[in-house]
């Protein structure tokens, strides 16, 4: 990244026009190296999946969605997502403010970037209760998570009540499933500001393999949150990265059919790195 984008230290880009950014054209694998980014990386899934199914009329859509919003509900209860969210957040705003004196940083961006941060932090420190609270008294969703975890525990004559619901009119249950993940919608803003810093945070480097194998150092003074690897959409390979705390490897596979064993490709592969240090 040229110097004027991005401060060299600060692994945030700030261009006041963000360029077209060329990763979306090509398949990326992401590696997280932290509990918490994990989570985020979750929840972004779910809510991506439940929004794409939201809006279908079908009753099976509308399962997809209601099992998107019983999955968020199950990692909220795993930890205290509202504290590290806020944690998170106040990291970043402390090492942007950082910035404000550099003289190769959009200060108009940084300050937009930053005034973001503290909108969304604003909203967490005020809102009291648990993320999703309301839904946690909600018979419907009660039943059906209680049932979830069993094979086709959901039948229609396992749960009458939801195969009521899933009857129901397409605008009344796009209606219901709208208001359950709505009571998300913070959670949802914050994990997509945080995921979105977090790649824009990236040092890319063109890599290659060598026999479909690539191992590196990761640097303790700028602590590495998550691993991208760039291939072109043609390729022939996925990349399977495994990491720890002081070095992550990539091997290059070759899936040859569902039925058989991928393995490790022979070749040399070229490959673009991003590192992901905010």
């Known amino acids: 990244m040229k110097e004027s984008a991005i401060s060299r230290n600060s692994g945030i880009s700030v261009n006041a026009q963000p360029k077209p950014d060329p990763a979306s ?23 991506e999946r439940a929004q794409f199914h939201l809006n279908s009329g079908d009753p099976w859509s509308s399962r997809n969605t209601l099992e998107c919003v019983i999955a968020v509900q199950s990692v909220l209860s795993r930890a205290d997502l509202k504290k590290e969210l806020i944690n998170e957040l106040e990291r970043y705003a402390t090492r942007l403010e950082s910035l404000s004196r550099n003289p190769n940083v959009d200060q108009s961006r940084l300050r937009n970037i930053l005034e973001n941060i503290r909108n969304i932090l604003q909203k967490l420190r005020r809102f009291d209760n648990v993320i999703g609270h309301e839904l946690r008294y909600n018979e419907l969703l009660n039943a059906v998570k209680q049932r979830n975890s069993i094979p086709a525990g959901t039948c229609n004559f396992d749960l009458p009540a939801y195969h009521y619901w899933l009857m129901l009119p397409t605008e009344q249950r796009i ?15 914050a994990v997509a500001l945080i995921l979105s810093l977090v790649r824009e945070s990236a040092t890319e480097t063109r890599e290659i393999a060598i026999a479909g194998f690539f191992q590196k150092t990761l640097e303790t003074a700028t602590p590495c949150q998550m691993i991208r690897v760039s ?5 022939t390979y996925y990349a399977e990265i495994s990491a720890g705390r002081h070095r992550f490897s990539v091997r290059f596979m070759q ?3 569902s039925a058989s064993r991928p393995v490790q490709t022979d070749d040399d592969i070229e490959f673009d790195l991003l590192c992901c240090v905010m």
């Open 231 to 235: 291939l072109p959409p043609e390729t």
């Open 255 to 257: 899936f040859q059919d």
């Open 25 to 47: 054209e090509r398949v990326i694998y992401e590696q997280p190296l932290s509990e918490r980014i994990r989570s985020f990386l979750r929840l972004e899934h779910l809510f």
């Open 175 to 189: 209606h219901d499933l709208r208001t359950w993940l709505s009571s998300f919608d913070l959670l949802h803003e």
